[in-house]
Nanobody, 128 residues
């Protein structure tokens, strides 16, 4: 079973930047659909960025223009570059992955039900 480990979270001032990384246990980034989700206690998990097995990218309107999803196939790592951070970006951020299928390929990359493999999460806290 695929294991995912997120890193790079932390505390930052509004307007600052962070880069999150996701390191899968197997060769997942190259051929799987991958996504970043976030969740606040009491709220539903929200898909914010995804890149499918064909390289098609999706962003939630709330982060478009500020966040960038990318990957390095050579080292099997997924990234989320987060710029111009706002207080409302504060959340636990999760990496997700699964084999390609309709539910996780573009334009459906931000659907939680499209992924069966999840990381433990990394906390991002943005202060104003």
């Amino acid at each position: 079973q695929v294991q995912l480990v997120e890193s790079g979270g932390g505390s930052v001032q509004a307007g600052g930047s962070l880069r999150l990384s996701c390191a899968p246990s197997y060769d997942t980034v190259n051929s799987y659909c991958m996504g970043w989700f976030r969740q606040v206690l009491g709220k539903e998990r929200e898909g914010i960025a995804a890149i499918d097995s064909d390289g098609a990218i999706s962003y939630a309107p709330s982060v478009k223009g500020r966040f960038t999803i990318s990957k390095d196939n050579a080292i099997n790592t997924l990234y989320l570059q987060m710029n111009s951070l706002k207080s409302e970006d504060t959340a636990m951020y999760y990496c997700a992955a699964d084999r390609p299928r309709v539910e996780n390929k573009w334009p459906n990359g931000l659907l939680q039900r499209g992924y069966n493999y999840w990381g433990q999460g990394t906390q991002v806290t943005v202060s104003s």
